[in-house]
């Protein structure tokens, strides 16, 4: 079994892959500093508590957009799997191609979403990741990243509201009953969710309208409030809450199959040695 991450800026989601399959997956802040020592800890509580063993695991690939993360996990990684430790980024040797003005620049969960999306739907596809900022990212059938647009995420325009503003509560992400809201909190409530709903809809039409090829693109929504905007959205195509850790899973498939053909395993862009 591997452990696949997805460090983002506000939390980082752990997957556990049996093959190809997702036997168990946890959420936890990213914000903490951890030590790899603490790192360690925490895995194998989470891997307990689920009833799997530590020994069990024999790699893992992360996925990391948050650099001081990167490094402990990593270290941690290499005391708990019994095998490779790959880090996916833009100098990973992944099957697409990115076709951007600074490819190098491109955030490692847009590039693992590209590998996921050509490989599960082989189609054209706008991927629309929900997490700190709300990410679209542009995708061809064959396997390539020709970009995207970044916009504030949801809770980030939540707390900014309430952060800005003297007298406005703070209050959960939950879909109001009314778009017309008799307190506070559920006035917030439909701005916040009505409104970014509303601003991917448009945003997403406005993609479509501009993309290069014929074939209208697939959208997938991912990320921890796809399935919550599920019901809000009319452009979602299909929603996989979980497609940034297949793509994880599927990188390191590939990274490590690469490496062992290649007769060596490099410390830099494919499969780290422990």
């Given amino acids: 079994m591997i452990l696949v991450f997805d460090v983002g800026n506000t939390e980082t ?23 790899a020592d603490e790192f360690g800890v925490l895995l194998r509580g989470l891997l307990a508590l689920e009833g799997f063993a530590a020994a069990d695991v024999t790699g893992a690939a992360i996925g990391s957009v948050v650099p001081r993360v990167t490094e402990p996990l ?40 590209t ?3 050509t490989r599960l739907y082989g189609s054209d596809a706008i991927v629309v990741d929900m997490g700190t900022a709300t990410t679209f990212d542009c995708i061809t059938g064959d396997g390539v990243f020709i970009g995207g647009v970044i916009a504030p995420g949801v809770q980030t325009a939540l707390d900014t509201l309430v952060r800005r503003t003297s007298k406005l509560p703070a209050t959960e ?31 997403v039409r ?24 599920r019901p809000l959205c009319s452009e979602f195509d299909r929603v996989e809450p979980h497609l940034t850790l297949l793509g994880l899973q599927m990188a390191y498939a590939h990274l490590t199959s690469k490496a062992v053909k290649g007769g060596k395993k490099s410390r830099d862009g494919g499969a780290k040695a422990r």
């Fill in 13 to 35: 989601t752990i997957g556990l892959f049996e093959s190809e399959t997702l036997r168990g997956h946890w959420r936890i802040v990213s914000g903490v500093e951890r030590t």
């Fill in 173 to 203: 992400l939950v879909v109001p009953s009314s778009v017309i809201g008799r307190r506070t909190e559920d006035c917030i409530r439909a701005g916040v969710m009505f409104g970014q709903a509303e601003a991917i809809d448009g945003i």
């Fill in 115 to 117: 590998l996921a999306a």
């Fill in 206 to 229: 406005r993609i479509k309208k501009s993309w290069p090829g014929r074939e209208t693109p697939l959208v997938v929504a991912t990320g921890g409030l796809a399935e919550t905007f």
């Fill in 74 to 113: 990593v270290a941690a990684c290499h005391v708990l799997a019994d095998g490779s430790v790959i880090v996916v980024d833009a100098r990973a040797a992944l099957p697409i191609r990115v076709d951007v003005d600074e490819p190098l620049t491109v955030g490692a969960d847009r590039l693992i979403n």
